[in-house]
């Protein structure tokens, strides 16, 4: 069974920065289509970046500019690097894999931004 695993959250105040990890175990991890999500308290899960095998990204309008989704199939790992985090980036952050015609999820890690 596939497995996801995120890192990397916490608290932060309003302006600092956050990289979260995600390390993937039993995929063919290069193959895959990475992408992260998050899901404030009362709303639904949005996406928030995706990243290709190919290394193609694509971001939601609120996080261009200021998230950068990477990854390094080498290590199984993707990434997402977040700098000038506003309040209403918190949530809690979840890593998906896509691919094959399935998808797997990570158990998520929190981020709260506030001062």
């Known amino acids: 069974q596939a497995q996801l695993v995120e890192s990397g959250g916490g608290l932060v105040q309003p302006g600092g920065s956050l990289r979260l990890s995600c390390a993937a175990s039993r995929i063919s991890f290069s193959i895959y289509i990475m992408a992260w999500y998050r899901q404030a308290p009362g709303k639904q899960r949005e996406l928030v970046a995706t990243?290709?095998?190919?290394?193609?990204?694509n971001y939601a309008d609120s996080v261009k500019g200021r998230f950068t989704i990477s990854r390094v199939n080498a290590k199984n790992t993707v990434y997402l690097q977040m700098n000038s985090l506003k309040p209403e980036d918190t949530a809690v952050y979840y890593c998906n894999a896509g691919g094959l015609g399935r998808a797997y999820w990570g158990q998520g890690t929190q981020v709260a931004v506030s001062s």
């Open positions: 990243i290709t095998s190919g290394g193609s990204t």
